[in-house]
């Protein structure tokens, strides 16, 4: 099965590309000279998310980033690594942090499991869960509290990302930049706007407020 798999994605290779230069003869060479993507995208690594596909998006217009479950961790240089080459070099103008419904590791978080060496990245997920204990121990049906919990952690990660140095700069520079949180369905396709849009430092002040006052 193993080898046959293997195979097969080399098979599929080659008939991607067969049907890409049929339909436009300069389809890679067009891609060689490089990418001007407008969006960088934070999501799950989960093979159920794929990110192109989900928004219907050609190579060369999503620069991505995966890890589990969605975070922005303020410490981890591969995200900051990707994300300061997305904003200065790039110059994208949009951010989004996209969870999905029936996450692992929100769930692993939520359920207080231990499954090895994961724990020490899920225990940013439990630090969010502690934020919202009072809204989440609330919701008795399991899986609503597992959806809110997806919702509630990628808008936690959309304040995080808005709050690292990288993005505060280019505000500060009025750079054109939008930070946005979705959570996508993975049995229906769909994406659930979360209406948390951060434009600048102003609306970033705003929401804080308002959990401030919740």
Same mark, same amino acid.
């Given at each position: 099965m193993? =080898?046959?798999?293997?195979?097969?994605?080399?098979?599929?290779?080659?008939?991607?590309?067969?049907?890409?230069?049929?339909?436009?003869?300069?389809?890679?060479? =067009?891609?060689?000279? /490089?990418?001007s993507p407008p969006l960088l995208w934070i999501g799950c690594a989960d093979s159920r998310v794929p990110a192109n596909e989900i928004i219907g998006a050609e190579p060369g217009e999503v620069f991505v980033h995966r890890n589990i479950a969605n975070l922005v961790v303020h410490t981890d240089m591969n995200m900051l690594s990707v994300l300061d080459y997305a904003v200065n070099a790039l110059k994208i103008e949009h951010i989004i942090v996209c969870g999905h419904y029936g996450c692992g /590791?929100?769930?692993?978080?939520?359920?207080?499991?231990?499954? /090895?060496?994961?724990?020490?990245?899920?225990?940013?997920?439990?630090?969010?869960?502690?934020?919202?204990?009072?809204?989440?121990?609330?919701?008795?049906?399991? =899986?609503?509290?597992?959806?809110?919990f997806v919702e509630l952690n990628v808008k936690e990660q959309v304040y995080d990302m808005a709050e690292t140095s990288i993005v505060q700069n280019a505000w500060r520079n009025n750079q054109k930049l939008t930070v946005h949180g979705w959570a996508y369905g993975v049995g229906t396709g769909i994406v659930n706007d979360l209406g948390v849009n951060l434009m600048g430092n102003d609306d970033l002040d705003e929401v804080y407020q308002l959990k401030f006052e919740e």
């Amino acid at each position: 099965m193993g =080898k046959e798999f293997y195979k097969k994605m080399l098979d599929n290779n080659k008939k991607w590309v067969e049907r890409r230069l049929s339909e436009d003869e300069q389809y890679f060479k =067009k891609l060689e000279n /490089g990418q001007s993507p407008p969006l960088l995208w934070i999501g799950c690594a989960d093979s159920r998310v794929p990110a192109n596909e989900i928004i219907g998006a050609e190579p060369g217009e999503v620069f991505v980033h995966r890890n589990i479950a969605n975070l922005v961790v303020h410490t981890d240089m591969n995200m900051l690594s990707v994300l300061d080459y997305a904003v200065n070099a790039l110059k994208i103008e949009h951010i989004i942090v996209c969870g999905h419904y029936g996450c692992g /590791g929100v769930k692993a978080a939520m359920e207080n499991q231990s499954i /090895g060496l994961i724990d020490n990245w899920i225990r940013h997920i439990k630090d969010v869960y502690m934020i919202y204990k009072k809204e989440l121990d609330a919701i008795e049906d399991e =899986k609503m509290r597992w959806d809110r919990f997806v919702e509630l952690n990628v808008k936690e990660q959309v304040y995080d990302m808005a709050e690292t140095s990288i993005v505060q700069n280019a505000w500060r520079n009025n750079q054109k930049l939008t930070v946005h949180g979705w959570a996508y369905g993975v049995g229906t396709g769909i994406v659930n706007d979360l209406g948390v849009n951060l434009m600048g430092n102003d609306d970033l002040d705003e929401v804080y407020q308002l959990k401030f006052e919740e």
